[in-house]
């Protein structure tokens, strides 16, 4: 291994910044409120992004598009462009920490549609690590004990949505470098929520589209400290910080807008990621390709 990725403490500290920022992205759509429709508000979020692209004009022009390669692109954008849509819907109907605990149900989704779709061995531990994420997520959920709202079958379909997302993202990576890839799903994603944004089109005010665009910003600065984070420790130290990003949330939602603190949701996030933590360190031990990707890989 090289030496920039001897660092764990430097890596867990750009994860812990990643995780703030990442938790700014929740707080800012948040209170943005739910006037402006989901297809709207993430079309302005990655339309303004747009803008962090222009550094890479040149090098997208210079990359060389294979027909499997646009396809894969097309399958990405439009799956992420729905699990975007929705991710800001849930957004609207429940509170900060449910989101970002049940964000942590992509990884298993992953795992487990990689077993079936990439041939990836599930070996009996990972199997039982997913049975008890598995179980994280109904310790949120909780159905039968209270009302399962459509913003948790929301962030379900979200998190069904990014495991495609993912998965492509991992087939592209082997044939693009990574700021490509990232470019073309940002812009693959604005341009399929264009219709959905112009099908509901409220004409936003100037502290909207100032809020949207902090988002971009913090979504941009999020994924930045994130790949430094990686490039500097392993997934095995970067993997349990992004607990406290639960953490935050819940104390974001308590103080700053008025949401109850859940313990059950804080419990069921810790099983989900306790979870999560071990197929990764499996993944290192068996030094297999990671294909899970990191529970604190924004979705927005």
Request: aromatic letters at 12%.
């Amino acid at each position: 291994m090289e030496e920039h990725k001897q660092r764990p403490l430097l890596g867990v500290i750009w994860m812990v910044v990643a995780g703030l920022c990442f938790v700014a992205v929740t707080a800012l759509v948040k209170l943005n409120g739910p006037r402006i429709p989901a297809g709207e508000a993430a079309f302005l979020r990655y339309g303004l992004g747009l803008l962090f692209l222009l550094p890479l004009f040149k090098i997208l022009r210079a990359t060389t598009f294979t027909p499997r390669l646009w396809r894969l692109i097309a399958v990405r954008g439009f799956f992420h462009t729905f699990g975007v849509t929705l991710w800001f819907f849930a957004m609207t109907q429940i509170s900060i920490a449910e989101v970002t605990a049940m964000n942590y149900l992509t990884p298993v989704f992953v795992t487990i549609a990689a077993a079936i779709f990439l041939k990836e061995r599930l070996a009996f531990r990972r199997i039982l690590a997913v049975c008890f994420a598995l179980l994280g997520a109904m310790i949120i959920l909780r159905p039968g004990f209270r009302e399962v709202s459509i913003g948790h079958l929301a962030m379900l379909a979200v998190a069904c949505m990014f495991c495609v997302s993912y998965l492509t993202a991992k087939m592209l990576a082997d044939a693009l470098p990574a700021s490509v890839v990232v470019s073309m799903l940002s812009i693959a994603v604005t341009v399929g929520l264009a219709p959905l944004a112009y099908a509901v089109w409220i004409p936003p005010t100037a502290g909207e589209v100032g809020l949207l665009f902090l988002v971009a910003c913090f979504a941009t600065a999020g994924h930045y400290a994130m790949t430094l984070a990686f490039a500097n420790a392993p997934l095995t130290v970067t993997q349990p910080v992004t607990f406290i990003q639960l953490i935050w949330a819940v104390s974001l939602g308590y103080f700053a807008f008025g949401e109850g603190i859940d313990l059950w949701v804080i419990f069921g996030g810790f099983v989900i990621l306790s979870s999560i933590t071990f197929i990764t360190w499996r993944e290192a031990v068996l030094k297999r390709g990671e294909i899970t990707p990191g529970t604190n890989v924004p979705k927005v």
